[in-house]
């Protein structure tokens, strides 16, 4: 009997998240030595980024032990925050990635984040130019020859692809499919400048790929990825009535400037050089602003596999990091008969009850019922958890990735943790000192 494992962990980041899941496949037994095919392994990424950098070097060694591949399939990165994206030089210093996804957003967005950016977290300006020019930053980096592609995930209203009725039985399954991302990517070039395309002044691979968030990224056919992307391209500057192209032309400008100097790490150079990124920002679009969370990418992970015989997950929960405490939790089928092993990771996308509710509806409702683990967004912080939510959803577990979890800390909010523990969401505590790991065995 075939078997499809899946272990996942929330790395003891505190303040920041770093994610890993390994999606193990085994065949029928092998007719030579009657030991069960290990089809291969595919092991994907979902941020990479601490308040305390100087742990991040540790948890990716940690990621090397756990892992048997130098390779990750996929890395997401949900948005451009310091926090989320300061342990990627070491990531790819470690791992070859194939492929990158990253949220599409237009010239307002990335500027409007990259000018709400700490200096303090990111002293060298390394975040802010992976905010503008991906492409630049990895080479500027030297380490551009450490990604196969950059994939841009577009948003839009319209509902994801895949209905559930395609959904395998073990064994109906292509054998011979390799365990490496499928996901529908194009070369496009949009009309305007205001594209990452022109605003990369050599990007690798000569092109970005496009990807639409309405269909699902699939792994052998067992395995799918749903991306939510709410971002929105939009036209023009609301202060300066500017077109967005004639922006990235300008943003160009200050990219190449970037460049010029990275080499030179001149303290006051790079503070004119953010003070006139803020400025530009600033200029077009006004002091104020749309929350800059909403351009969280998010990720529906989830088996396309009903299985036969049983679905059993195991939940490992340690707090000491180096030793593991095990409790074993058993998954019911739900009313629908869905397969309920889905995890959700949300970033820091801000949240209200229509939120979720166009996410139920672009998930489609049976994907929404069978998320069994949720990150709860944006550290438990109350300004991204608008209300009494934890009803609203679908899942059982509620992982929180935080600086601490005593009752002086505003991360997680007292407020986000009693609604999801009154409402049976389970959470759990991924800090400086703890990991939260779990796997799914379906067979």
């Known amino acids: 009997m075939a078997k499809l494992h899946s272990i996942n962990q929330f790395h003891p980041v505190g303040h920041g998240t770093f994610f890993s899941g390994q999606i193990t496949l085994e065949n029928e037994y092998d007719p030579d030595n009657y030991r069960p095919r290990k089809r291969g392994e595919f092991l994907w990424v979902f941020d ?35 926090d989320h994206v300061n342990g990627l030089k070491d990531l790819l210093s ?21 000018s709400s950016l700490d200096d303090n977290n990111d002293p060298e300006g390394n975040v802010i130019l992976f905010g503008l020019d991906p492409a630049g930053a990895l080479r500027e980096w030297g380490l551009d020859d450490q990604v196969g592609s950059i994939v841009l995930v577009k948003g839009g209203a319209e509902e994801a692809g895949y209905p ?5 039985v073990f064994g109906e399954e292509e054998e011979e499919a390799p365990l490496t991302l499928d996901i529908q990517a194009y070369e496009e070039e949009i009309e305007g400048d205001d594209n990452y395309f ?45 077109d967005l192209a004639e922006i990235a032309k300008e943003v160009r400008l200050l990219v190449a400037k970037k460049h010029d100097f990275y080499e030179k790490k001149d303290e006051e150079t790079l503070k004119q050089w ?45 707090r000491s990091v180096e030793r593991y405490q095990h409790a074993l939790v058993t998954i019911p089928l ?41 990150q709860i967004p944006h550290h438990g912080s109350e300004h991204s958890w608008h209300g009494s939510l934890a009803k609203l959803c679908p899942h059982s577990y509620s992982v929180l990735c ?38 799914f065995h379906i067979t």
């Not at 990635?97 to 984040?113: C, T």
């Not at 990007?203 to 639409?212: F, M, N, S, T």
């Not at 986000?416 to 969401?425: A, F, Q, Y």
């Open 402 to 439: 935080v600086p601490d979890t005593s009752a002086n800390g505003h991360h997680p909010s007292k407020v986000v943790v009693s609604d999801l523990s009154n409402n049976g969401k389970s959470p759990l505590f991924a800090n400086y000192c703890t990991r939260v790991v779990f796997a």
């Open 334 to 374: 739900n009313k629908n008969q869905n397969n309920n092993s889905g995890l959700l990771l949300t970033g820091d996308i801000s949240l209200d009850s229509y939120a979720l509710d166009q996410m139920e509806k672009f998930f489609s409702t049976k994907r929404w019922l069978s998320i069994h683990v949720m």
């Open 198 to 242: 022109n605003v990369s002044l050599d990007p690798i691979g000569g092109e970005y790929l496009l990807a639409d968030h309405r269909i699902p990224a699939t792994v052998a056919g067992v395995w799918e990825f749903i991306f939510y992307n709410k971002d929105y391209p939009d036209g023009v500057a609301p202060k300066s009535g500017v």
């Open 94 to 114: 470690h791992f070859y990635v194939e492929k990158l996804i990253l949220p599409y957003a237009s010239i307002s967005k990335r500027l409007e984040l990259v």
């Open 48 to 82: 990479c980024g601490s308040n305390r950098s100087t742990i991040l070097p540790e948890m990716v060694r940690g990621l090397r032990k756990f892992s048997t591949s130098n390779t990750v399939g996929m890395l997401c990165i949900s948005h451009f925050d310091n």
């Open 274 to 318: 953010r003070d006139d990124l803020r400025a530009c920002y600033e200029r077009h679009f006004g002091t104020g602003s749309v929350p800059r969370n909403d351009i969280s990418l998010c990720v529906l992970s989830r088996p396309l596999i009903q299985p036969q015989r049983g679905l059993r997950a195991c939940r490992m929960y340690n």
């Open 164 to 168: 559930e009725e395609n959904m395998l």
